[in-house]
């Protein structure tokens, strides 16, 4: 019989005091978007209705530019750990990992924020008022939601909003505790369940998919909080480098631990939106105002993938046996159901969620692949490096494809549905041909960076050993080029139905983020080499 | 059997008890209220496992928030609410099912995971609020920071969501 | 364990006392049924036949639910804080007023925008 193991933090006397260290430095980028946030709320209680607009996309775009300047002073400033095991320090009494995977994530979710922060500004495509519902609270199709559009109505509070979400992004892969990871889980996710609900035109659909969300989101919240108390009743630890140590000291399975790593797993491949896990995707990402699914769809996944690996690979690295056949068959499955259905999609928000699902599938490949580097120079990729490559190449893809969906509209604001894009190439050749170059990009063609992120992922999860993943994969990248051709088959080859779509002309604030979206995609597939190194360059995670 | 494992015993009837009758009775209000009996129980258990701050975080946030949110959600939705029968009847057998299936689950982890630990009651300072309050503010305190901006959300969130006055002026 | 003995001494004293009242008011007390004994309100004040909006609350009351819930979650660190506030002295002073003012930054919102008013 064993006494209960009582941690060392919670076994060290209670009295004498010492202050806890907290770096703040390190934590600029975080602390300046958590100021942001709170700053967006005091603007929307003192400053006028009138200029609210105007300031909080100034508040948001100025704080998330500082943040990503503090970034890279953050990410200059770091230093070498010694025994080759990557660059930066754990910082805020081990609750977070300050290292280069930590800030190359940063950069990448700060970078895709402010494009995002653009489209949540677009007032053009409106007539003058953002996306988003002028009244939340004023039940669909009744006198006070007609009153509140004449009015001219619009919730600012989406700004700050997001800068909570992303506040929680930044804070999701540099967190080197559970309890941090959950904080943080929960601050990313909160705000988006809300931000969902709150799309101006069909509102019941958004409600429905803001509903969804939560509910399957709350769900997934309480698997990952029950896999923490397993976890931490193997470990008697919440602190991933001793969680570590107690997984690469057990012989054999351990109930406790796997039932823990099983049921984390849920809650994070829930929030990446990987089969089986997957089924809120379609209807949140169709119901959510355009903008909010682009951001989230670019966003969430890369934070949430930044979570996973930085908790399999530094809490559960020593148990790799164990996990891998389970990722092998989610990979699989969120493969083959994302290419699969998407050709049954008639709906392009619809389709590109099953698009995303897929693609949550091809970084999963890369999850599994090289461990480490044998020799560092060569062209070997590890796990690591080519996820971070694959996650930059999907936002920006990811983000421009779903603001050129923001674009093609009629009567009733944004047609998506497919046959409603039919003939869209001899109505607006340009837009239609940005769209497919994204599609183009997503299918993984060519001198797209779609191309050169499938090639990262396949030859690490190729050299790791897990040659059949890649077989099914390269196999299922050829189902999904299908629907993706598709389209633009549809936007070159068909004929306008009815009236046709027409292309509204933007502000310059979309106009940006496509372009943006559109330069990274053609950047990052023609000469992928600075961000690769980079991402290589971003090193292992700290302990 | 010592005293403590009668307290123990006596207080998980009585949430069992009561957590059969919040999912089988038909009135919804009654079910909210069995469910404080419920979970009042089990911060009773809480409080015999040594877990002091966890029992009164127990009925602090469970018995006196989560119920009455409860409560308030049925007056916004439901209200008037009587007796409704079909609330319990319909698809109980897969319910029933999914729920033993999920106890033994996971009562068959913990008992697979902890089967040789045993805690001594007396020694244990595991749970009391002074080494929480180190933990929070030593360990925790950025989680616990980070926190503060959760509720903030949460309040705007709320606010944005069901505030319907107008604003009038440029207030 | 005997820490709590009192607790559960008083608990029981408290649920005595209860019953005690409950069944002695039953037992002993006078019973005079009439019509305005079994109104809802016996000082005369008569209830509504029905409730105002099919017996469904004004969304309002949401917020108040939500402001409590956020009180109360706030309350759960302030237990411990208190309990451990000589050991930290000022720097758990700091933390807890930066804590309990970014949350009051919601009330500030609320308050402003007219979402305390009731009408």
Redesign the interface.
Do not use: N, S
């Given at each position: 019989m064993t006494t209960l193991a009582v941690s060392p933090l919670l076994s060290e006397s209670v009295g004498d005091f010492t202050k806890p260290s907290i770096e703040y430095f390190d934590l600029s980028p975080l602390l300046i978007i958590i100021g942001v946030a709170l700053a967006g709320v005091i603007v929307e209680a003192f400053v006028p209705r009138r200029l609210r607009y105007v300031v909080q996309t100034l508040v948001a775009v100025v704080g998330t530019i500082a943040a990503l300047v503090m970034t890279v002073f953050v990410a200059l400033g770091l230093e070498p750990r010694g025994d080759n095991a990557g660059f930066g320090a754990i910082a805020a009494e081990g609750a977070i990992a300050v290292d280069g995977p930590t800030v190359f994530l940063w950069g990448t979710i700060l970078v895709l924020t402010l494009i995002s922060v653009f489209l949540f500004a677009e007032r053009h495509l409106e007539g003058g008022v953002t996306a988003f519902a002028g009244q939340a609270a004023a039940l669909p199709g009744t006198e006070a939601e007609r009153e509140a559009s004449t009015k001219g109505l619009e919730h600012t509070e989406v700004f700050p909003l997001m800068m909570f979400a992303v506040a929680g992004m930044l804070l999701f892969p540099a967190s080197n505790d559970l309890i941090t990871m959950f904080v943080a889980l929960e601050i990313l996710s909160l705000p988006l369940y809300l931000l969902c609900g709150l799309a101006r035109r069909r509102r019941l659909l958004s409600q429905e998919a803001a509903l969804k969300y939560f509910m399957l989101g709350a769900f997934s919240s309480g698997f990952f909080l029950y896999g923490i108390a397993l976890v931490y009743g193997y470990a008697g630890s919440m602190n991933l480098g001793d969680i570590a140590e107690a997984v690469s000291g057990t012989i054999g399975a351990d109930p406790l631990l796997l039932g823990g790593i099983g049921l984390l797993a849920v809650g994070l491949l829930f929030k990446v939106g990987a089969a089986p896990f997957h089924a809120w995707t379609p209807d949140v990402y169709q119901g959510a105002p355009t903008a909010v699914t682009a951001f989230m769809a670019a966003c969430t996944k890369v934070a949430a993938f930044g979570a996973l690996l930085r908790l399999f690979y530094v809490g559960f690295g020593a148990a790799r046996w164990d996990w891998t056949p389970m990722i092998w068959v989610v990979a699989i499955l969120t493969m083959a159901t994302g290419c699969v259905l998407a050709l049954t999609q008639s709906d392009i928000k619809r389709m590109l969620a099953y698009s995303s699902i897929a693609h949550a599938g091809f970084i999963l490949t890369g999850f599994v692949g090289l461990n480490a580097v044998a020799t560092p120079g060569t062209a070997e990729l590890t796990s690591l490096q080519a996820v971070l490559f694959y996650l930059v190449t999907y936002g920006f893809m990811t983000i421009g494809a779903f603001a050129v969906v923001t674009v093609v509209r009629d009567s009733s604001g944004e047609a998506t549905h497919l046959s409603r894009w039919s003939g869209l190439g001899k109505e607006s050749p340009f837009v239609a041909g940005v769209f497919a170059f994204f599609l183009l990009g997503m299918a993984g063609i060519p001198l797209t960076s779609g191309f050169t992120g499938k090639w990262a992922v396949f030859t690490s999860a190729w050299q790791g050993g897990a040659w059949p993943l890649v077989v099914v994969a390269a196999l299922l990248s050829a189902v999904a080029a299908f629907f993706y051709i598709r389209v633009i088959v549809l936007m070159y080859f068909s004929d306008p139905v009815g009236e046709g779509p027409t292309v509204v002309m933007p502000s310059v604030l979309t106009t940006i983020v496509i372009a943006v979206g559109f330069a990274a995609t053609v950047a990052l597939g023609v000469v992928p080499g600075p961000v690769l190194d980079l991402a290589a360059h971003a090193g292992q995670f700290v302990r | 059997m010592t005293a403590v494992q009668v307290v123990f015993v006596l207080l998980s009837l009585v949430a069992v008890v009561s957590a059969l009758l919040v999912v089988t009775t038909p009135h919804l209000v009654h079910s909210a209220l069995w469910l404080v009996v419920t979970l009042g129980a089990i911060a009773g258990v809480f409080l015999v496992l040594a877990a002091e701050f966890v029992a009164w975080v127990q009925v602090l946030i469970y018995v006196g928030a989560v119920v009455v949110l409860l409560l308030f959600a049925l007056m916004l939705t439901r209200a008037p609410t009587g007796p409704q029968p079909d609330l319990t009847v319909r698809r109980w057998a897969p319910a029933a099912f999914v729920a033993l299936l999920v106890a033994v689950l996971l009562g068959a982890t913990l008992v697979a995971g902890f089967q040789d630990v045993r805690l001594d009651l007396d020694q244990a300072v595991v749970g009391s609020a002074e080494v929480t309050g180190e933990t929070v503010f030593r360990r925790w305190v950025l989680p616990f920071e980070v926190l503060s901006v959760l509720l903030l959300a949460a309040l705007v969130g709320a606010i944005v969501l069901s505030r319907l006055r107008s604003e009038d002026g440029d207030d | 364990?005997e820490l709590?003995a009192p607790i559960?001494g008083l608990g029981l004293i408290a649920f005595g006392f209860a019953a005690f009242s409950v069944v002695m008011s039953a037992v002993v007390g006078p019973k005079r049924y009439n019509r305005a004994k079994l109104d809802s309100y016996e000082c005369g004040i008569e209830p509504t036949p029905q409730?105002l909006g099919?017996?469904?609350?004004p969304?309002?009351?949401?917020?108040t639910?939500?402001?409590?819930?956020?009180f109360?979650?706030?309350?759960?660190?302030l237990?411990?804080?208190a309990?451990?506030?000589d050991?930290?002295?000022l720097?758990?002073l700091v933390?807890m007023v930066?804590?309990?003012l970014?949350?009051f930054?919601?009330?500030?919102?609320?308050?402003?925008?007219?979402?305390l008013?009731w009408d």
């Open positions: - | - | 364990m709590y559960i409730a099919g017996g469904k609350f969304v309002k009351y949401y917020i639910a939500m402001m409590f819930i956020v109360d979650i706030e309350i759960v660190f237990y411990p804080w309990v451990y506030f050991a930290m002295g720097f758990g933390e930066l804590f309990i970014t949350v930054v919601a009330y500030a919102y609320v308050w402003k925008r007219g979402g008013e």
